[in-house]
């Protein structure tokens, strides 16, 4: 165990340069047919020369139907692969590490993108979905636990390091966990085990694809933080049982767009004052797993990092202080003290959704 950041490290198979890592950031950079864009390619680039040990890239749909954003990308056929393909090899030249996180939307996609029916686990319109969804039935779920193991088996292809199956912030994966969303009766719903079925049929999937020589890691909340929602105490417990079935790390993260009183992006952070919001949970996690945990939301200093480090936490992730500054890691290894500038105002995502992508909006 070590508390210097800049020393080496592994997730899985992986060896990292540092422990640091850029966490999965949508940038609204993607083109409309899911492939990566060179603004995305450039994007990475700077990222791979600004430090971090491994990037993860913005949450990449399975299948159009799983997909919120017109600019979201895709990995669902070979010009996916191959835009991909692009990126890691960017990342590469710099000695960086790349993982594709894997995402399906479920009820919090937009019908209006993909032109398919809204799916969740029951047919319940939740106050996070934009419109009603259909319940998916048996063979759907079955269907796309397949999409999430042929987007690893691409992701492979493309010279990705892993992948990162998005479970948390009300997505898919999130709406099977969480009490609040699955009113499930049948073996998918009602106690944990039921409702962590289908995470565990994903995870089991994409192994059956990639094989156990391929990192694959996960993003879950340590709590939804909100009445009914998953809660830590069975966050831990599913994690758990992957971690027994060979998950090589887990990053914890919190909430959904709606929950209080913490979402995913929480705002007003300062450093030295309310870094780490989720750190409860976080901390219970790394207390009782023996895969590597990340801690991320709100890190701001890298007095912070070395201090999580030291409560065997094994790796640091970072997003929006990389979006004011991508070098920030590599400065801090120059010997910069001071802390990064980002202050969660969160108005960087304002251009994004404008189609102008991602970019430091601070007055």
Avoid at 97 to 113: R, S
Avoid at 309 to 333: F, G, N
Wanted: hydrophobic letters at 35%; one cysteine or more.
């Amino acid at each position: 165990m070590t508390d210097n950041p800049f020393a080496s490290t592994t997730l899985g198979r992986l060896t990292l340069k540092n422990h640091f890592i850029r966490s999965a950031t949508w940038d609204g950079m993607g083109l409309s047919d899911g492939s990566f864009s060179p603004a995305q390619i450039e994007l990475y680039r700077d990222l791979s020369r600004g430090g971090a040990g491994l990037l993860t890239t913005g949450y990449i749909a399975v299948t159009e139907q799983g997909r919120r954003n017109r600019e979201q990308n895709l990995l669902c056929e070979n010009r996916h692969t191959q835009s991909l393909r692009k990126v890691a090899e960017m990342v590469k030249r710099e000695e960086a590490a790349l993982v594709a996180q894997l995402v399906h939307c479920g009820g919090y996609a937009k019908t209006e993108i993909s032109n398919l029916p809204l799916i969740a686990p029951d047919g319940k319109r939740e106050p996070i979905f934009e419109d009603s969804p259909r319940a998916v039935t048996e063979a759907e779920i079955h269907n796309i636990t397949t999409q999430f193991a042929e987007a690893a088996a691409r992701a492979r292809e493309a010279g990705c390091d892993g992948v990162q199956i998005h479970a948390a912030h009300g997505y898919l994966i999130s709406q099977f966990l969480s009490p609040c969303t699955n009113h499930r009766r049948d073996e998918y719903g009602g106690s944990r085990e039921n409702r962590a079925r289908f995470l565990l049929e994903v995870y089991e999937k994409i192994r059956s694809y990639v094989g156990t020589d391929f990192t694959v890691t996960m993003k879950i909340n340590g709590s939804d933080y909100f009445p009914d929602g998953l809660e830590c105490a069975d966050s831990l417990k599913i994690t758990q049982q992957l971690a027994k079935l060979g998950l090589d790390g887990v990053e914890v993260s919190g909430g959904n767009p709606i929950s209080k009183p913490l979402t995913p992006i929480p705002r007003a952070i300062k450093a030295g004052e309310n870094e780490v919001p989720f750190q409860n949970e976080m901390l219970a996690f790394t207390e009782s797993l023996p895969i590597p945990v990340a801690a991320v939301a709100g890190i701001r200093s890298l007095e912070t990092a070395a201090e999580l480090l030291k409560q065997k936490v094994a790796l640091i992730s970072l997003s929006r202080p990389l979006i004011s500054e991508p070098d920030l890691i590599k400065q801090w290894q120059s010997g910069r003290e001071e802390p990064s500038r980002c202050d969660s105002c969160n108005r960087c995502f304002i251009p994004a959704f404008k189609g102008k992508g991602i970019k430091c909006n601070k007055k």
